[in-house]
């Protein structure tokens, strides 16, 4: 290499530098903080009231939730209209209208991909949030990007910083250039329509009889009690049956507390295993019924379908030597029960519009075969074994 060729590779070296520290400051420049005016305000403004909205709509990438009240109740079109967790939107929006603004930065829109709000449907996009009101028409907008991480003093066990989110980049119109830095991460605002569901079920209380249907009808099974105190038995049990109370205690327990993770939608009965089910019918001392069905398993989860009715005693038989206060006393308490019985009626009687994804281990102690409520029997001796006593004497007659 000649020195003139040294000397203008030396000049080029010198003015790449430059101009990339001009474009590093530059950057530096544009992620600086703004004026942060709007440090302290409310992010959607003061005007934003939680009871204008209708619904809501949350999109990222190609995943979408659509939440929306319809009259009066929340509900969920990703999962066929399925009711949606009153609680959980109200404590949202409620959040949403109180969130305020900590920080200010100016972002170019090609900085975007770099805090996760990027347009489209790529890896960088934004979570989009839309706040409708009944007829559709947008009351706010939000642009989720990626947490605001905070780093401790502390190092972690593999020797990196710890850091947790305490925050969130956000823009508030997508074509604005101010992103706002708020105090909540809004983990809870994703696109998964099960984590929206009002997962409020049925409960079974004081069952008098259960039975299980199985497609192979040796495996099915009646179990009923006289009283809501008294023992199980095994209906139409065989002399050499006999059934084993600690089975029947965790049949009988199954139910009064169940859950269910999802709601399946656009699967036929074949699909689900629902068109060839075991059937399960639980009658309770209040007069209700319920007749359930179990489809076949799909990962930890059950194909179920419920229907509820019920059938209660509209009028109390008053009791001999009864005086009128006491008969006073007792129709009123009897009638704030039928009253608590219709409610519970009505409201149980909705979930058969649906199916349900139900976790195995929820069923697993009601869907036990005919000879799993058995008492074991006893080992009977092989007719061919030698007896023990045979065994010694012949031993001792070779010595």
């Excluded at 999109?59 to 009259?71: A, K």
């Excluded at 497609?215 to 059934?243: C, F, H, I, M, Y």
Aim: charge should be neutral; proline fraction near 6%; include cysteine.
């Amino acid at each position: 290499m000649t020195r003139k060729q040294l000397i203008i590779l030396l000049v080029l070296v010198v003015a790449l530098g430059g101009a990339a520290l001009l474009h590093f400051r530059e950057q530096s420049a544009s992620w600086s903080s703004a004026a942060n005016t709007a440090m302290g305000k409310k992010l959607l403004g003061d005007g934003f009231q939680v009871n204008d909205v209708a619904q809501i709509q949350i999109r990222r990438g190609t995943n979408e939730l659509d939440l929306s009240n319809t009259n009066g109740r929340w509900r969920v079109r990703q999962r066929a209209d399925y009711p949606a967790a009153f609680s959980q939107i109200s404590s949202l929006l409620l959040k949403l209208q109180g969130l305020k603004i900590v920080q200010t930065l100016q972002v170019a829109p090609s900085q975007r991909p770099e805090l996760d709000l990027a347009a489209g449907q790529g890896t960088n996009a934004a979570t989009v949030v839309e706040l409708c009101d009944a007829g559709g028409r947008p009351l706010r907008a939000l642009w989720l990007g990626k947490n605001h991480v905070a780093q401790g003093a502390q190092a972690s066990p593999e020797g990196e910083p710890e850091a947790w989110p305490d925050g969130r980049y956000v823009l508030t119109g997508s074509n604005s250039t101010t992103v706002a830095v708020i105090s909540d991460p809004l983990s809870e605002l994703n696109t998964q329509p099960n984590s929206w569901l009002d997962k409020t079920f049925f409960k079974i209380a004081k069952p008098r009889s259960i039975a299980v249907e199985y497609p192979k009808a040796t495996n099915s099974w009646q179990l009923v009690r006289s009283s809501e105190t008294g023992a199980w038995k095994l209906a139409d049990a065989k002399p050499d049956e006999k059934l084993d109370a600690s089975q029947a205690s965790e049949v009988a327990d199954a139910l009064s507390s169940p859950s269910f993770n999802d709601v399946a939608v656009g699967l036929t009965p074949a699909q689900t295993g629902l068109d060839d089910p075991t059937r399960v019918e639980i009658k309770t001392f209040d007069g209700f019924d319920y007749a359930m069905n179990v489809g076949r398993q799909t990962n930890d989860n059950d194909y179920f379908t419920v229907r509820v009715s019920g059938g209660f005693p509209q009028k109390r038989t008053p009791g001999e030597d009864e005086k009128p206060e006491q008969t006073k006393a007792l129709d009123a308490a009897f009638q704030a029960n039928l009253n608590k019985l219709r409610d519970q009626l009505a409201r149980e009687s909705a979930f058969s519009n649906w199916v349900y994804l139900v976790p195995n281990w929820t069923l697993d102690p009601l869907l036990k075969k005919r000879s799993q409520l058995l008492v074991a029997k006893p080992a009977t001796p092989e007719t061919n074994a030698v007896p023990a006593r045979a065994v010694s004497a012949a031993a001792a007659s070779k010595k």
